[in-house]
């Protein structure tokens, strides 16, 4: 695998499966989504999310709360059937006054399945 500006491509075709593990911090008033896209075009083009993911996951947080986590786990599979122009970005945002951020212990596994 290779990782360029959020942006992942596959060394080879096959269906890979996709473990994003992720560890969500923030304070108070806050919204945080991540999500997965695909593309075939070399990065061109974006499926918008339902392709890879089934969509995306939102956290909601409100009130005065100090030091709200959340973690979880997205799966999925991709058929790459071409690895010069398959592309897979796993984003992560928020918005609103709580500092929302991606913490340690968030990581993604790639494995190769046929």
Avoid: C
């Amino acid at each position: 695998m290779t990782h360029s500006s959020g942006v992942w491509t596959f060394p080879s075709t096959g269906v890979w499966e996709i473990r994003w593990y992720f560890n969500l911090y923030s304070g108070a008033n806050n919204q945080f989504y991540i999500g997965g896209y695909t593309s075939t075009d070399s990065g061109s083009s974006w499926d918008g999310g339902t392709e890879l993911m089934g969509g995306t996951w939102w956290a909601n947080w409100t009130g005065n709360y100090n030091g709200d986590n959340s973690s979880g786990v997205f799966g999925a599979t991709t058929n790459v059937t071409n690895a010069t122009t398959h592309r897979i970005k796993l984003l992560g945002m928020g918005s609103g006054g709580g500092s929302s951020q991606m913490r340690k212990g968030t990581w993604v596994m790639f494995t190769k399945l046929t």
